[in-house]
């Protein structure tokens, strides 16, 4: 199999998943919490490509031609600009560590502090999820005046009701995003309390997400005109296996 068309499909393929994830960036840039997903890519030889395993048979590509893959996406966990909000139930986190909400499917994590309380004065995020606090417990809080201090304890007219829980991964990567700024965790990831040596809570505020439009502008017209180059490439190679067919059979 032509190895040159190999390279062209994969390479356009890793350009589309990155056109998607561009795409998916900037159209959260006004979601609190949100953190940017990168995609890696990484080349590798069509000699690499075997048949499915056990066979043992290779697909038959020929040629040295490096073929692009698009090995997996990563979250940047970078901080995202800090912006007051007047609402003393939004929480935002400086440094590491995540909220922890209870959702249907479980535990979840966010950077989303945009609280509320519900009917019931239990405190929930912005999805209706209620927040946890120390030991997982949900936060029930009266009516009053509520203060948020650094290390996260919710006092309510002076008086400390609960404290927020926040952890952090051991491993970076052990996060998978879901969508409206949740994260689940990986199987295996370690998940612990944060240090409040470096992370402190800012009460009435919000963390912005941390996505630059300018770059991810020039990125989403720079993806574009690669995965064009693509389908262009994929026509010209297309075409020069027609010809060559054609050549064999007039010949024959």
Same mark, same amino acid.
Request: charged content about 20%.
């Given at each position: 199999?032509?190895?040159?068309?190999?390279? @062209?499909?994969?390479?356009?393929?890793?350009?589309?998943?990155?056109?998607?994830?561009?795409?998916?960036?900037?159209?959260? /840039?006004?979601?609190?919490?949100?953190?940017?997903?990168?995609?890696?890519?990484?080349?590798?030889?069509?000699?690499?490509?075997?048949?499915?395993?056990?066979?043992?048979?290779?697909?038959? @590509?020929?040629?040295?031609?490096?073929?692009?893959?698009?090995?997996?996406?990563?979250?940047?966990?970078?901080?995202?600009?800090?912006?007051?909000?007047?609402?003393?139930?939004? @929480?935002?986190?400086? $440094?590491?560590?995540?909220?922890?909400?209870?959702?249907?499917? #479980?535990?979840?994590?966010?950077?989303?502090?945009?609280?509320?309380?519900?009917?019931?004065?239990?405190?929930?995020?912005?999805?209706?999820?209620?927040?946890? $606090?120390?030991? #997982?417990?949900?936060?029930?809080?009266?009516?009053? %005046?509520?203060?948020?201090?650094?290390?996260?304890?919710?006092?309510?007219? #002076?008086?400390?009701?609960?404290?927020?829980?926040?952890?952090?991964?051991?491993?970076?990567?052990?996060?998978?995003?879901?969508?409206?700024?949740?994260?689940?965790?990986?199987?295996?990831? %370690?998940?612990?309390?944060?240090?409040?040596?470096?992370?402190?809570?800012? %009460?009435?505020?919000?963390?912005?997400?941390?996505?630059?439009?300018?770059? $991810?502008?020039?990125?989403?017209?720079?993806?574009?005109?690669?995965?064009?180059?693509?389908?262009?490439?994929?026509?010209? /190679?297309?075409?020069?296996?027609?010809?060559?067919? %054609?050549? @064999?059979?007039?010949?024959?």
């Amino acid at each position: 199999m032509n190895g040159a068309l190999y390279a @062209v499909v994969s390479g356009s393929l890793a350009a589309l998943r990155r056109l998607e994830i561009t795409a998916n960036n900037l159209a959260n /840039v006004n979601t609190a919490g949100f953190k940017a997903q990168h995609l890696l890519v990484r080349s590798r030889s069509p000699g690499d490509l075997y048949a499915p395993p056990g066979s043992g048979a290779p697909l038959g @590509v020929s040629g040295r031609t490096a073929m692009a893959t698009a090995n997996r996406s990563v979250t940047d966990l970078s901080q995202g600009a800090i912006q007051e909000s007047g609402n003393p139930l939004d @929480v935002a986190i400086t $440094g590491p560590g995540f909220f922890v909400v209870m959702t249907p499917n #479980g535990e979840r994590y966010t950077r989303q502090g945009q609280f509320h309380l519900d009917a019931t004065g239990t405190l929930v995020n912005a999805a209706g999820y209620a927040v946890q $606090g120390d030991g #997982g417990k949900e936060i029930s809080l009266p009516p009053g %005046q509520v203060e948020i201090d650094a290390a996260g304890r919710v006092s309510v007219d #002076g008086a400390q009701r609960a404290a927020l829980r926040v952890v952090r991964f051991m491993d970076a990567e052990a996060i998978v995003p879901e969508g409206a700024a949740l994260f689940a965790a990986e199987p295996e990831a %370690q998940v612990i309390d944060v240090d409040p040596a470096e992370t402190q809570l800012l %009460q009435g505020s919000i963390e912005n997400a941390n996505v630059d439009v300018i770059k $991810g502008l020039l990125e989403l017209i720079d993806v574009t005109r690669a995965y064009e180059a693509y389908m262009r490439a994929m026509q010209q /190679v297309d075409g020069s296996v027609e010809t060559a067919i %054609q050549q @064999v059979g007039a010949k024959g």
